[in-house]
């Protein structure tokens, strides 16, 4: 049973902009959730992250660039990525957490999608 689908990955070149969406079940309109990604040859980091009514948190390289949002009501988690880079290129996950702040740690969340491709060049 697929609780996480992610959806909306691609090819962008560099300065464009990107809108990747997590489908999610009910159960999950309450959890702590965040955006991971890993690049080949590297660990999954974390990306972005939201709780609540709206408290957030941003990895430093994508401050400013990328904005992570929480739809309830479409059972769906968003982020919107501009001003892409290269180095943005990676699998993109979301996840899900029984916690209740925002966190990147990536130890923290059990729940995951199986992911989506971004491509930046």
């Known amino acids: 049973d697929v609780q996480l689908v992610e959806s909306g990955g691609g090819s962008v070149q560099a300065g464009g902009s990107l809108r990747l969406s997590c489908a999610f079940r009910v159960y999950y309109r309450s959890s702590c959730m965040g955006w991971f990604r890993q690049a080949p040859g590297k660990e999954r980091e974390g990306v972005a992250a939201i709780c609540g009514s709206g408290y957030t948190d941003y990895a430093g390289s994508v401050a400013g660039r990328f904005t992570v949002s929480k739809d309830n009501a479409k059972n769906a988690l968003l982020l919107q990525m501009d001003n892409l880079r290269p180095e943005d290129s990676a699998i993109y996950y979301c996840?899900?957490?029984?916690?209740?702040?925002?966190?990147?740690?990536?130890?923290?969340?059990?729940?995951w999608g199986p992911g989506t491709q971004v491509t930046v060049s």
């Open positions: 996840a899900a957490a029984r916690i209740g702040f925002p966190s990147l740690a990536r130890y923290l969340y059990a729940y």
